[in-house]
């Protein structure tokens, strides 16, 4: 479309902007808009690249936390576990030493070493009540039905509690309420008799002093520990306490060489 004008009778032409003239953004404006949409769309792209490294770091970051605090967690597991077994096994230790030392404890026994000898009653009288209570294949009286030990059979308690064979012969022909020894037959007929009175042993911890092993035993009166209906009350208060010194006899069995305080 041309439009005329009559200057000096000379006619100049002119283009019109049809874009302009329909409301439509010139060819400049379309190409400014075209360069904001790819450098959007080049930001966009950026942007969301950024965005999924950000979120892999996020990612790995949460991975590399949840792995330090499962080793931490398997790390105090293993320790309350090792601490478990540990005294587990030790209380296992300590009550078979307990186990040992009963018949002995049980007689309430004088300080003693190899160099001054233990009494020879309480040295019957203890390898007595270990045979009974070890006694697998026991054998009544039928006359009275008192347990029957043999001689040979006590004398092997006494090497085994005090490491070698101990004469009681002064203390086997006295009268007692525990045992009546029959020479015919070289045998001991036991009575039965409660062990509540005696004492028994508490091993309350251990240590090796060269090859011998150190005992510290706490001594307790089973009766305490129940009523008068025989219902549990507790472990039993400690009365006193001894020392008791193990030694390594030639079969490489421990035996009680000495009691001290």
Excluded at 27 to 37: I, Q, R, T, V
Excluded at 105 to 122: I, L, S, T
Excluded at 131 to 160: F, P, Q, W
Excluded at 237 to 245: L, Y
Aim: net charge positive; charged share 25%.
């Amino acid at each position: 479309m041309y439009k005329y004008e009559r200057k000096n009778k000379i006619i100049s032409p002119y283009t019109v902007n049809y874009r302009a003239l329909y409301g439509m953004k010139s060819g400049a404006d379309d190409l400014s808009n075209s360069k904001s949409k790819i450098f959007k769309a080049i930001n966009g792209k950026h942007h969301a690249k950024r965005t999924r490294k950000n979120l892999i770091k996020v990612n790995h970051v949460f991975r590399f936390l949840w792995v330090c605090v499962f080793l931490a967690m398997s790390s105090v597991f293993l320790v309350f576990a090792i601490n478990f077994f540990e005294k587990f096994e030790n209380s296992k230790k300590l009550k078979s030493y307990d186990n040992f030392i009963l018949p002995v404890v049980m007689q309430n026994p004088g300080f003693f070493d190899e160099v001054n000898p233990p009494d020879e009653q309480m040295v019957l009288n203890a390898a007595i009540w270990d045979c009974a209570m070890n006694n697998k294949d026991a054998v009544y009286s039928e006359k009275d039905g008192r347990l029957i030990l043999s001689e040979h059979d006590i004398n092997t308690s006494v090497e085994k509690l005090f490491g070698h064979y101990i004469n009681t012969d002064n203390a086997k022909y006295k009268k007692s309420g525990l045992y009546t020894f029959e020479k015919d037959e070289n045998c001991y007929l036991i009575e039965a008799v409660s062990g509540t009175d005696n004492f028994a042993p508490r091993t309350l911890g251990c240590y090796n002093e060269g090859k011998d092993i150190v005992l510290n035993v706490g001594y307790i009166c089973p009766k305490d520990n129940f009523d008068k209906n025989m219902n549990f009350l507790s472990e039993g208060k400690i009365e006193k306490q001894a020392t008791f010194r193990l030694k390594k006899g030639v079969n490489n069995n421990y035996y009680i060489a000495a009691v001290s305080d």
